[in-house]
């Protein structure tokens, strides 16, 4: 017979992250306990002012197919949020409502990457990206965001990278899987290169409510004339702990929402329309649970920055927002891939070896702290364990 899977899936790889969330499943199925710190899923039940609002607007019949754009008022509603918390001015007719911003990834890339085309991905960076990247046939390039330079883009390094086949950058403020934040200087500074270069700015705003203070989350394409060169990306999913919903939106000019529009319509259709409605109280009535969420993520953020600095091998910067600590861990002498294998099969830890977001990652594991705080206080005791375990060795 012959083979009929496209030669393009050779370049794609299952996620490491799942692989290990896999192996945590079969280990559970044993009977152990894990500590969870592998999947980037907020752990907080959805607030019950929009569980009540999906339910709801089931038995009010809201049981059909709707506009494939997503319904008028979401997307008033969205443009009325960016409005407001982004100083962004969108039209209801520049959002288009998708079902996850992983959808949205894979409708802005069919939008504009030709066989062939370069598309600047950070290194580390989230896998969709660049695995999105391969589906097309496109290449992916990756420029690093290092502790060295607070994770802020080299515009050197970015100066080499491109090419006449460049079509877009990928910027994802905060970061998975740093936790940290562009500055307002390095957005400037890529808006002026974006513009010079003559390239789109993809930009994934997924975890903007989720900060912790100092910093201040900016939207690019609210900068001088970015509205026409910029695909804002956004989502329910972590804000409101709706990850199961699969709610997004894409914010870009209304001639790329038309022709999103129709790839959407052709592999989608619209997102659930229950959901959508369900979106809509969750923008205008979902804050305080938001605000719960973020408090108790700080408290966890806040406790695992001071031990993981106390155990010796280990650093962590500040995180500045998301869920993610990015913990280095050259001083304890071993490979991402060993630690993280070590902690799995002996001390039932699950996390990420920080090559999984790319090359820049090793050295480093992620954390998500989307755990509960009892098990991130025993899970630091036991990675603390593994530490002292490698280094006396
Ligand atoms: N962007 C980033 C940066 C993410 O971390 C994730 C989820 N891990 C997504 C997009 C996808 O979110 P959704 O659930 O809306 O598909």
């Not at 993280?340 to 050295?363: H, I, M, Q, R, S």
């Amino acid at each position: 017979m012959r083979d009929f899977i496209c030669s393009k899936f050779s370049n794609v790889e299952p996620s490491g992250i799942r692989k290990i969330n896999e192996k945590t499943l079969e280990m559970e199925r044993e009977g152990k306990k894990i500590y969870h710190f592998e999947v980037g899923r907020p752990d907080f039940d959805t607030p019950k002012v929009i569980k009540d609002a999906t339910i709801k607007s089931i038995e009010r019949g809201d049981v059909f197919y709707t506009s494939n754009f997503g319904i008028m008022p979401l997307r008033e509603a969205v443009a009325e949020k960016l409005r407001e918390d982004n100083n962004l001015d969108y039209s209801a007719k520049e959002i288009l409502i998708t079902a996850g911003a992983s959808e949205a990834i894979f409708d802005t890339y069919s939008l504009i990457l030709e066989e062939g085309d370069e598309i600047l991905i950070p290194n580390p960076c989230w896998p969709n990206y660049v695995n999105a990247a391969h589906i097309m046939n496109a290449v992916p390039v990756r420029y690093s965001l290092s502790e060295e330079n607070d994770f802020q883009i080299d515009f050197n390094e970015l100066e080499e990278l491109v090419t006449e086949k460049t079509k877009a950058i990928v910027i994802i403020t905060p970061s998975n899987p740093i936790g940290s934040m562009l500055s307002k200087e390095t957005l400037e500074n890529l808006a002026d290169f974006a513009k010079r270069k003559d390239i789109l700015v993809i930009s994934d705003e997924i975890y903007e409510k989720i900060v912790y203070g100092t910093k201040k989350h900016y939207s690019i394409a609210s900068f001088d004339e970015m509205k026409e060169r910029t695909i804002t990306i956004n989502g329910f999913s972590k804000t409101y702990s709706m990850t199961g919903f699969r709610l997004a939106y894409i914010a870009a000019p209304e001639e790329y929402i038309r022709v999103l529009n129709i790839i959407h319509q052709h592999n989608t259709s619209c997102a659930t329309s229950f959901v959508q409605h369900a979106g809509i109280v969750a923008l205008k009535e979902g804050q305080e649970g938001a605000q719960k969420m973020l408090k108790e993520y700080k408290r966890r953020r806040d406790y695992i920055v001071e031990k993981v600095n106390s155990i010796d091998g280990l650093s962590l910067n500040n995180p500045d927002g998301a869920f993610y600590a990015f913990i280095n861990i050259k001083g304890v002498g071993v490979s991402a891939e060993e630690f993280c294998k070590y902690l799995l099969d002996e001390l039932c830890v699950a996390l990420v070896p920080g090559n999984v977001f790319g090359t820049a990652g090793e050295g480093f594991v992620r954390l998500s702290y989307a755990s509960s705080y009892e098990d991130i206080v025993e899970g630091l005791d036991r990675i603390e364990k593994a530490c002292k375990h490698f280094m006396n060795k």
